[in-house]
């Protein structure tokens, strides 16, 4: 069974900066898209950042130059550092790990991040 399993959510101030990691257990395939997501309240959930399994990276312009998507191919395993933190970016934070082609997708259970004073 694959389970991701995200950490690193938490309360930070505006201008701060947090590192969220998603680490895959169970997956006898590599996926080929890794990505975080968010949804914050009354809104629908967006693709925040994503990477391709060839380091291929792309990001919502809301987040560009402030984000930064990495991976760990041999650990499965994906992180979002955020720096200069807005209060916008407050909402629940999603990993999604896919196998596209083959019809696999898997997801976190979610980690909230509140950007407050």
């Known amino acids: 069974q694959v389970q991701l399993v995200e950490s690193g959510g938490g309360l930070v101030q505006p201008g701060g900066s947090l590192r969220l990691s998603c680490a895959a257990s169970g997956m006898l395939v590599r996926p080929n898209f890794m990505g975080w997501y968010r949804q914050a309240p009354g809104k629908q959930r967006e693709l925040v950042a994503a990477?391709?399994?060839?380091?291929?990276?792309n990001y919502v312009d809301s987040v560009k130059g402030r984000f930064s998507i990495s991976r760990d191919n041999a650990e499965n395993t994906v992180y979002l550092q955020m720096n200069s933190l807005k209060p916008e970016d407050t909402a629940v934070y999603y990993c999604?790990?896919?196998?596209?082609?083959?019809?696999?997708?898997?997801w976190g259970q979610g980690t909230q991040v509140t950007v407050s004073s």
């Open positions: 999604k790990m896919a196998k596209v082609g083959r019809g696999l997708e898997y």
């Open positions: 990477i391709s399994s060839s380091g291929i990276t």
